[in-house]
Nanobody
Framework: QVQLVESGGGLVQPGGSLRLSCAASGIIFSINTMNWYRQAPGKERELVAG??????????NYADSVKGRFTISRDTAKNTVYLQMNSLKPEDTAVYYCKVAVRTTDSRYLEVWGQGTLVTVSS
């Protein structure tokens, strides 16, 4: 199967930075889409940033609330997606989840979620 391991969450002061990582492993042939979501207490889970590859072109998109502050990137060789978060605000406090769309070595298509990592922005 396919597993995701997230890391990088923690407590940070407003204005600070964190970098989240999500490493995929298992029977992976290719990864087409890698997304970061977040869920704050009492709120719906929302898409924060997404990255998809079609041929040689990579597309990225961001929620309006994080544009200019967050950057999504990937290391294809490591099957890892990152979320660099700068100028963090208290309203960024949430559990952050990665989700990837994977083609497996036995030609199945799977969507896999990470376990979540807590980001707390507070003074």
């Amino acid at each position: 199967q396919v597993q995701l391991v997230e890391s990088g969450g923690g407590l940070v002061q407003p204005g600070g930075s964190l970098r989240l990582s999500c490493a995929a492993s298992g029977i992976i042939f290719s990864i087409n889409t890698m997304n970061w979501y977040r869920q704050a207490p009492g709120k719906e889970r929302e898409l924060v940033a997404g990255l998809s590859t079609r041929g040689s072109t990579t597309y990225v998109n961001y929620a309006d609330s994080v544009k200019g502050r967050f950057t999504i990137s990937r290391d294809t060789a490591k099957n890892t997606v990152y979320l660099q978060m700068n100028s963090l605000k208290p309203e960024d406090t949430a559990v952050y989840y990665c989700k990837v769309a994977v083609r497996t070595t036995d030609s199945r298509y799977l969507e896999v979620w990470g376990q979540g990592t807590l980001v707390t922005v507070s003074s």
